[in-house]
C-alpha cells in the first residue's frame, strides 16, 4: 500500500474512533461521558499549564530508562543464550513463564525492595519489555543457518565476532518488530504503575487523580493523551528506525 493510501487509513480510523466516542457521550448524561469537542477544549486548556508539562517528562524520562535498559538487557540475553545449547531452552521456558506474570503485579514487590521513587516505576517497564524483546532475538537465532556459523569459525571469528558478524544481521528484522512489541508492553506497564504507585508527576498519576475528583473531562483528556503520544512514538520513532535498518525490505 502506498503512503497516502496508508496515511489515509490511519486517519479514517481515527475518524472513526472518535465517532465512537461522540455517539457513546450522546447516549449517556454529559458528566459521564464528556463529548468530543469538551475533551479537545480541556486538552487545549491543559496544555499551557506546567503541571502538564512536568507530568509529560516525567512519563517520558521513565519510558526512556526502563525501555532502553530492556532492550539492551534483551539483546544481550538473546544472543549469548543463543550461542548455548541446551541451557537456551531452559531459557526460553523460563522467559515464558515469567512474561505470563502480569508487570503490573512486580509493583509492590518492587516497592518494598526499592522503596517509593522512580527506580520501582522504571524497574516494572523494564521487566515488562525485556521478555518479548530477549525473545524476539532468542526465536530469531534458529533461523541462522548453520554453514554460516561453520564458516565464520573456520576463518577465525572469535566469540564477539559470531555474535556481531553472524547472528545479530541474522535477527535485525524479528528485533525490530520484538522492539516494538516490547514498547507497546513498556508504555502500558508504566501508565499502571504511575497510577497505582501515585508518586511524582506522571500521565498516568494525572490520570488516576481525574478519576478519584470524578472529572471525568480531566479522565478522557489524559487517555487522549496517552494514545497520541504512543502512537507518535511508534511511528515517527520506531517505525522510521525499521525503515532505516531494513531499508533493503522497502526498495
Known amino acids: 500500500m502506498t503512503g497516502l493510501r496508508k496515511h489515509l487509513a490511519t486517519v479514517l480510523g481515527v475518524v472513526f474512533i472518535l465517532l465512537l466516542w461522540q455517539a457513546a457521550a450522546w447516549s449517556l448524561p454529559g458528566f459521564l461521558r464528556p463529548g468530543v469537542p469538551a475533551v479537545l477544549e480541556r486538552l487545549g486548556h491543559d496544555l499551557g499549564k506546567p503541571a502538564f508539562h512536568q507530568s509529560l517528562v516525567g512519563t517520558l524520562g521513565r519510558l526512556g530508562a526502563g525501555y532502553s535498559l530492556a532492550l539492551l538487557a534483551g539483546i544481550g540475553f538473546g544472543l549469548v543464550a543463543a550461542t ?148 507518535l512514538i511508534d511511528q515517527l520513532v520506531l517505525e522510521r528506525l525499521k525503515h532505516r535498518l531494513l531499508r533493503y525490505q522497502y526498495v
Not at 98 to 127: D, K, R, Y
Not at 146 to 161: F, I, L
Not at 192 to 197: F, P, T
Open 84 to 231: 548455548l545449547s541446551f541451557l537456551r531452552e531452559v531459557l526460553r521456558s523460563a522467559i515464558v513463564i515469567l512474561q505470563a506474570i502480569p508487570s503490573i503485579a512486580w509493583v509492590p514487590l518492587f516497592l518494598i525492595v526499592m522503596g517509593f521513587g522512580n527506580t520501582p516505576i522504571i524497574a516494572v517497564v523494564a521487566m515488562s519489555a525485556f521478555f518479548p524483546a530477549a525473545l524476539s532475538v532468542l526465536n530469531a537465532t534458529e533461523s541462522v543457518q548453520r554453514v554460516h556459523v561453520s564458516a565464520a569459525r573456520v576463518m577465525g571469528a572469535t566469540a564477539w565476532g559470531m555474535v556481531r558478524r553472524v547472528y545479530l544481521p541474522a535477527v535485525m528484522p524479528e528485533l525490530i518488530t520484538g522492539a516494538q512489541l516490547a514498547f507497546g508492553n513498556a508504555w502500558r506497564a508504566l501508565i499502571s504503575a504511575e497510577m497505582l504507585v501515585g508518586f511524582g508527576k506522571g500521565l498516568g498519576r494525572s490520570l488516576a487523580y481525574s478519576g478519584e475528583i470524578a472529572d471525568m473531562a480531566g479522565v478522557m483528556s489524559n487517555i487522549l493523551v496517552i494514545a497520541i503520544l504512543a502512537a
